[in-house]
């Protein structure tokens, strides 16, 4: 009954920021600096992604530099310097890289990466080769529709359905992405549904009824 809903394609920022498996730190850290990006894509071939480089990847590199040459020999032959001693892409990245298809909707993306604890998925298509990035800012992008955007889309797409009749006595009133729905209908046992599917719309934040059925009404809408 709904527009189709937004994927990750809607929202991805491309072109993406990508390094190579040989690309060295300081690079790597240019990069970064350069397109004021949190994270870097390291591809091999015609864009096969291999893993992504962020900044968490990044600060054990400093954090390394605070101990004493004592408490360095230690830590490394114990192992747990990790990727400070890293000066490549290879040796730096997260690998595999957790990654998503175009076609995915918000929520999945969303719960992906709650899932596998990262802030930002490489989007690739069935063979694996990028087409772009998205990162948790940009799930937020469809709360930047405006609110007159909003209001038609659902006026069109959940009013119109569910109460043909008397769609003209129904008002969505929309600020700030709060949706209030006001007016008279004949049914209302299609009331809650209304609340749950305009609620559904992407970039609304919550909704409002204070709709009521009208006093002669005596059957559902046709």
């Not at 008279?184 to 204070?210: F, T």
């Amino acid at each position: 009954m709904t527009s189709t809903p937004y994927t990750v394609h809607d929202v991805m920022t491309k072109p993406v920021v990508t390094v190579t498996p040989a690309t060295e730190f300081k690079e790597i850290v240019a990069a970064m600096e350069r397109w004021k990006v949190s994270a870097v894509a390291v591809i091999e071939g015609e864009g096969l992604v291999v893993g992504v480089v962020s900044e968490a990847d990044l600060l054990p590199k400093e954090e390394f530099h605070e101990h004493r040459p004592g408490i360095i020999e230690q830590m490394r032959r114990l192992g747990d310097t990790g990727k400070a001693g890293s000066v490549r892409a290879e040796e730096l990245m997260t690998s595999p890289a957790v990654t998503i298809r175009p076609d995915a909707t918000l929520p999945q993306a969303a719960r992906l990466m709650a899932e596998r604890h990262v802030k930002r998925l490489p989007v690739v298509d069935a063979d694996g080769t990028i087409k772009g990035i998205v990162s948790r800012a940009d799930l937020l992008k469809v709360f930047l529709r405006s609110d007159d955007e909003l209001a038609a889309e659902i006026h069109h797409e959940v009013v119109e359905q569910l109460f043909p009749v008397s769609r003209k006595t129904v008002r969505v009133d929309v600020t700030h992405g709060v949706v209030t729905l006001s007016g008279q209908v004949r049914d209302a046992h299609r009331i809650p549904l209304a609340v749950r599917l305009a609620q559904a719309v992407e970039g609304v934040v919550s909704v409002r009824s204070h709709l009521e059925v009208l006093p002669s009404a005596l059957g559902h809408e046709a």
